[in-house]
Nanobody, 115 residues
Framework: QVQLVESGGGLVQPGGSLKLSCAAS????????MGWYRQAPGKQRELVAT???????NYADSVKGRFTISRDNAKDTVYLQMNSLKPDDAAVYYC?????????WGQGTQVTVSS
């Protein structure tokens, strides 16, 4: 059974930082690309950042220079370091594991950015 479990969300003030984690089980983590997505109320789910199995990264323009995605294949975990957070970054953040023909989602973790 595949499980992706996100953690690290919470309430942070504008300008603050959070680090999200997504722990995977039930898959050979090292061969999957991983991604972080987010969905704010009333909006579609959008891509935030991805990292290939080999470590190549890609970011949405809105988070470039502020967010960093990384992975630890020894721990089957992907991370999202979020700095200089803005109110527009508030959303439920989801992680995704994918490879051709397969994709799996976590349950999401809430990020609230407010003073």
């Amino acid at each position: 059974q595949v499980q992706l479990v996100e953690s690290g969300g919470g309430l942070v003030q504008p300008g603050g930082s959070l680090k999200l984690s997504c722990a995977a089980s039930g898959i050979i983590f090292s061969i999957y690309a991983m991604g972080w997505y987010r969905q704010a109320p009333g909006k579609q789910r959008e891509l935030v950042a991805t990292i290939t199995h080999s470590g190549r990264t890609n970011y949405a323009d809105s988070v470039k220079g502020r967010f960093t995605i990384s992975r630890d294949n020894a721990k089957d975990t992907v991370y999202l370091q979020m700095n200089s957070l803005k109110p527009d970054d508030a959303a439920v953040y989801y992680c995704k594991a994918y490879k051709p023909g397969y994709d799996y989602w976590g349950q999401g973790t809430q990020v609230t950015v407010s003073s």
